[in-house]
């Protein structure tokens, strides 16, 4: 795929953490577990499954001047992803996460990050002309742990918003990277009332809000401003809610689940790249029309877990569409 050309309107800006996943891959004749070098980090992920359905998209980031940090921006410009608002520091190391799995694919995280390049990002160097052209602008929270990447997220936020773009935030948690459960929990809710769509998983709903049940903390999520919020449910799908109206929308089967590594991401690039064609907010949208977004999110994230690694197991578009066809037929 060719290198995405700055449009004056981007339909999809991510901001945050761009990383290698070494994620675990056998072991060798000698016991030893093998590790597999994967392009990651939750926004690039999301950004990929965007750009192979067809939107136009752009990272925002930093990485280190070294053998990953070169080798993820070759990988962000082979998926059509506008890398030139991507900081490349000889001061820091790029950021590392290994990734290791179980039978059935769940994962289990250690980073090193201390600190990664991509918590050096600073609210000087954001691409400005890019925040404020842009339909949708997407951030999560691990680009909130550390100074002084966190001012510069809220910086890329108020920017955003004030242009007019949806704000779309995908509250991530990883406990190692926090001080503490409640820093982390008082720091992803913090930036809640300023977005429009939020996508979280069924785990971390409850983390935020305390209650026992994922559609009680989807009205509770509601309250605090977004107009629309996605709960992922793993196996089972999504809960999908706005005002009044709420519904868990199933997934599609997969007999085979190998990694569910960018899983949430790919399903959130997906719903996205289904969401903006109808450039209205989500008050005006028809219930169906929502429901559909969330029937291409599950397809990509389907597709997603039967491969291993992050951006390499992101479906293409044709994929994507003849899944869901299946369903109609």
């Not at 742990?145 to 955003?160: G, H, I, K, M, N």
């Not at 996205?272 to 029937?295: G, H, I, Q, Y």
């Amino acid at each position: 795929m060719e290198q995405a050309t700055h449009c004056k309107r981007t339909d999809i800006v991510a901001l945050g953490e761009l990383l290698i996943d070494f994620t675990e891959c056998g072991r060798s004749e000698d016991g030893m577990k093998l590790f597999e070098q994967n392009a990651g980090g939750a926004p690039a992920n999301l950004l990929t499954a965007a750009s192979h359905m067809g939107c136009t998209t752009a990272f925002i980031g930093k990485v280190g001047d070294d053998m990953h940090g070169r080798f993820l921006l070759e990988t962000l410009e082979k998926e059509g992803i506008y890398t030139r608002s991507v900081i490349v520091d000889k001061n820091y190391f790029t950021t590392l996460a290994f990734v290791e799995l179980t039978k059935e694919g769940e994962r289990s995280f250690s980073f090193s990050r201390k600190p990664g390049a991509d918590t050096m990002l600073r609210k000087e160097e954001l691409d400005r002309d890019l925040l404020s052209d842009c339909r949708i602008f997407h951030f999560g929270s691990l680009s909130l742990t550390d100074e002084p990447a966190r001012s510069a997220t809220l910086e890329a936020v108020r920017l955003a918003k004030e242009s007019g773009a949806v704000i779309s935030y995908d509250p991530n948690y990883r406990a190692s990277l926090w001080e503490s459960r409640e820093k982390a929990v008082e720091q992803m809710r913090s930036v809640i009332p300023m977005t429009d769509l939020l996508k979280v998983s069924d785990e971390e709903s409850l983390l935020l809000t305390g209650c026992a049940s994922c559609e009680e903390a989807a009205d509770i999520l509601l309250s605090m401003g977004p107009k629309l919020v996605a709960i992922t449910l793993g196996s089972e799908g999504v809960l999908l809610a706005r005002k009044n109206e709420r519904e868990r929308i199933s997934s599609f089967a997969v007999e085979n689940v190998v990694d569910t590594t960018g899983a949430g991401d790919t399903f959130w690039g997906g719903f996205l790249s289904a969401f903006f064609p109808f450039d209205r907010s989500v008050e005006a949208m028809t219930w169906k029309d929502l429901r559909n977004c969330a029937l291409t999110g599950n397809a990509a994230a389907a597709l997603c877990i039967r491969k291993r690694g992050g951006i390499p197991s992101i479906p293409g578009r044709e994929e994507v569409e003849q899944l869901q066809r299946t369903i109609k037929e």
